[in-house]
């Protein structure tokens, strides 16, 4: 059984840094592109950042480009987030997911909550 | 990166069928045959249903249906039933090797 297991969130100030880790396992991890997406209270979805297999590839949307790096450790299976000068507007759950290059995530895991407030 | 367009809420009632639309650009929706749809119930993490524009996932209801023409995407579910009450995601691979979701469309079984 596929296991996705996010952790790291807590309450950080405005400015402040974070990382977030996912812990995988019930699949071959070094397999699979690894997707971070997040959900801000009562919104919707939003892709954060994937990774290739084999960490030669990471891709981020607009809103974290320079301030947030998706990495994987193949031998520990897990999947990172690390989240730098961090905003209110990151305030959000989020999920690791399992996927592909073109999307169809078939795994979440349950999230992890950051909340940035001063 | 502009979130895909869906409509913010359908409804229908038991044994019906509806349909959600998904509308992006040449560029993400239009340009491939990378469109995959969520379900998500409150308080729960998101669940595949339709993977590569119209390809069901093991385990997925043949009541649900994937389309796509043009820049406009559609999920169609047939035979309402009580449980498809949810809120539903499109996603698409993009031109710059990214993703990109729609805001959301919250489905009222009735």
């Known amino acids: 059984e596929v296991q996705l297991v996010e952790s790291g969130g807590v309450v950080v100030q405005p400015g402040g840094s974070l990382r977030l880790s996912c812990a995988a396992s019930g699949f071959t991890f070094d397999d699979y592109t690894m997707h971070w997406v997040r959900q801000a209270p009562g919104k919707g979805l939003e892709w954060v950042s994937l990774i290739s297999w084999d960490g030669g590839s990471t891709y981020y949307a607009d809103s974290v480009k320079g301030r947030f790096t998706i990495s994987r450790d193949n031998s520990k299976n897990s999947l990172y987030l690390q989240m730098n000068s961090l905003r209110t507007e990151d305030t959000a759950l989020y999920y690791c997911?399992?996927?592909?290059?073109?999307?169809?995530?078939?795994?979440w895991g349950q999230g992890t909550l950051v909340t940035v407030s001063s | 990166q502009s979130a895909l367009t869906q409509p913010a809420s359908v409804s229908g009632s038991p044994g019906q069928s509806i349909t959600i639309s998904c509308t992006g650009t040449?560029?993400?929706?239009?340009?491939?045959?990378?469109v995959s749809w969520y379900q998500q119930h409150p308080g729960k993490a998101p669940k595949l249903m339709i993977y590569?524009?119209?390809n069901r996932p093991s385990g997925v209801s043949n009541r649900f249906s994937g389309s796509k023409s043009g820049n406009t995407a559609s999920l169609t579910i047939s035979g309402l039933q009580a449980e498809d009450e949810a809120d539903y995601y499109c996603s698409s691979y993009t031109s710059s090797s990214t993703a990109v979701f729609g805001g959301g469309t919250k489905l009222t079984v009735l």
């Open positions: 590569d524009v119209s």
């Open positions: 040449s560029s993400d929706v239009g340009g491939y045959n990378y």
């Open positions: 997911a399992k996927g592909s290059p073109y999307g169809g995530n078939t795994d």
